[in-house]
T-cell receptor
Framework: GAVVSQHPSWVICKSGTSVKIECRSLDFQATTMFWYRQFPKQSLMLMATSNEGSKATYEQGVEKDKFLINHASLTLSTLTVTSAHPEDSSFYIC????????????FGQGTRLTVV | LAKTTQPISMDSYEGQEVNITCSHNNIATNDYITWYQQFPSQGPRFIIQGYKTKVTNEVASLFIPADRKSSTLSLPRVSLSDTAVYYCLVGDRGNQGGKLIFGQGTELSVKP
């Protein structure tokens, strides 16, 4: 299947700083990528839909100024958590479809963010 | 988007067959049913997808009745490594920009 790579796998940052997470589709072009966050023992919660060359579409309740999404190319989307606080500590996961008519999405390995 | 309902948790023993049922009463005509597996601290992994009747691949089978209001993921002869959370999702295959919304999932625990 198609491969989605996420980097970094884990990151620790201080409160008030910003953290960037990258999501790359390695062997296909993804016009649309999705960003999720997941708290312990909970399901994945969709944060936003990232569209190549245009603004991201955020789900209700997700602060667009705090979670900046950039989808500058067909293989790369980035999520920047700005002015991070401890409550932003979570597991962030990206996914993408390969546009080949299949419903299944391919997921990155996730990024564990810890804000101290 | 159709809402899905699954059991929160299930227990099984090694070597047994496990069947996880998902309800999706409001499934639309164009919707497909897809199951994902997630291990702790990893992204979900695609298991199987189907539209109707039965689909089988090397790891699982998916049974979908004629009314498509439910589906059953069947894992044959589970092992300890099958302990994971399993998610059932429904969505439009043709809508490449369509969102995938996860329900609560089923936490499967396989014991020796």
């Amino acid at each position: 299947g198609a491969v989605v790579s996420q980097h970094p796998s884990w990151v620790i940052c201080k409160s008030g700083t910003s953290v960037k997470i990258e999501c790359r589709s390695l062997d296909f072009q993804a016009t649309t990528m999705f960003w999720y966050r997941q708290f312990p023992k909970q399901s994945l919660m969709l944060m936003a839909t990232s569209n190549e060359g245009s603004k991201a579409t955020y789900e209700q309740g997700v602060e667009k100024d705090k979670f900046l999404i950039n989808h500058a190319s067909l293989t790369l989307s980035t999520l920047t958590v700005t002015s991070a606080h401890p409550e932003d500590s979570s597991f962030y996961i990206c996914s993408a479809r390969d546009g080949q008519g299949r419903l299944e999405a391919f997921f990155g390995q996730g990024t564990r963010l810890t804000v101290v | 988007l159709a809402k899905t309902t699954q059991p929160i948790s299930m227990d099984s023993y090694e070597g047994q067959e496990v069947n996880i049922t998902c309800s999706h009463n409001n499934i639309a005509t164009n919707d497909y049913i897809t199951w994902y597996q997630q291990f702790p601290s990893q992204g979900p992994r695609f298991i199987i997808q189907g539209y109707k009747t039965k689909v089988t691949n090397e790891v699982a089978s998916l049974f979908i009745p004629a009314d498509r209001k439910s589906s059953t993921l069947s894992l044959p002869r589970v092992s300890l490594s099958d302990t994971a959370v399993y998610y059932c999702l429904v969505g439009d295959r043709g809508n490449q920009g369509g969102k995938l919304i996860f329900g609560q999932g089923t936490e499967l625990s396989v014991k020796p």
